[in-house]
């Protein structure tokens, strides 16, 4: 009886062609995205590894937390200037039995806030505007980053945490219920003092308007001495303004109603 040769494995004189990181649509997506956020960093691809890590103590159940890590990614990253991870942005598509193939629970457990979008329909750069505006008025990214990551301890990055990040990070998740618009503000507000002696803090209203527990939290923080140099206040007919706002933002969230949204990133537009 007779044996085939075994053949050895030869080295092979490979050939290559650069390849494009993104295409098409892909491509599209993350010119928008740079357009919308231009002050954050936006990475494409990344392994969930690289941003969970397991938070059991057990060596076993970790080995089996890593496992659920392994393979999956996500498609966008969008990090602020110390590169914090400010929120995961996935492009979806359903599965066989019409259900959206997604890694937001696992994001959930660890407090990241995820931003869903069907895959086939991408937003249009106004859509990706509404949704991720409160990330737009970050402060651009710094040469020294890097070095600056690794000395910050977690309480100065706490300390020096801009409000709308430390509201939203707060509350990552939207509370999908109904909410105060820019124009009933500004209905509210006829004289528009506060708009017009104050617009830096009349720009965070409007962005906080469409998140009823985060526009509470903010225009309780306006009256707060917690800046290190006391504040000289607000005028008598600025805080009238003020006051009629909070007025209204609490009835929106005594009533709470849910509303019909498929998942959390169509909230509010």
């Known amino acids: 009886m007779f044996s085939l040769p075994f053949k050895k494995n030869k080295d092979i004189n490979a050939v ?12 599209a997506f993350f010119g928008r995205l740079r357009r919308a956020l231009p002050n954050c960093y936006i990475f494409p691809k990344i392994e969930l590894a690289s941003l969970l890590e397991p938070g059991s103590l057990d060596p076993k159940i970790r080995q089996q937390e890593l496992a659920q890590l392994d393979g999956k990614w ?8 110390s590169l914090g991870l400010l929120c995961v942005i996935e492009l979806c598509v359903k599965d066989a039995g019409g259900h959206y193939i997604s890694n937001k629970k696992l994001f959930e457990t660890a407090g990241i806030k995820t931003i869903r979008w069907d895959k086939n329909t991408l937003p249009t750069l106004e859509q990706i ?4 505006a409160p990330f737009s008025t970050i402060a651009s990214p710094k040469p020294d980053v890097a070095a600056s990551t690794i000395m ?30 820019i124009m009933a503000i500004e209905k509210l507000t006829p004289d528009q003092y ?13 962005l906080f308007c469409n998140e ?29 303004e003020i006051a009629a706002i909070q007025a209204e933002n609490e009835r929106y969230i005594q009533r709470a109603v849910p509303r019909t949204t498929w998942h959390d990133s169509f909230v509010n537009r």
């Not at 290559?16 to 491509?27: A, C, N, P, S």
């Not at 996500?74 to 200037?81: E, H, M, N, P, R």
């Not at 509350?171 to 105060?180: D, F, K, M, R, V």
């Not at 923080?221 to 917690?226: E, G």
Request: aromatic share 10%; charged share 30%; with cysteine.
């Open 129 to 132: 505007l509404r949704t991720l």
């Open 152 to 181: 910050r301890t977690q309480f100065e990055e706490n300390r020096n945490m801009d409000t709308v990040q430390a509201i939203y990070q707060s509350h990552p998740t939207p509370s999908n219920i109904e909410a105060l618009s």
């Open 212 to 240: 009823p527990q985060h526009l509470k939290r903010y225009l309780a923080s306006l009256s707060l001495q917690d800046r290190g140099v006391e504040r000289v206040g607000f005028p008598r007919e600025v805080l009238r």
């Open 194 to 206: 506060l708009k017009k002696a104050f617009p830096h803090v009349w720009e965070r209203i409007c």
């Open 74 to 81: 996500v498609d966008y990253g969008i990090f602020d200037a």
């Open 16 to 27: 290559y062609e650069e390849k494009r990181f993104l295409v098409g649509d892909e491509e």
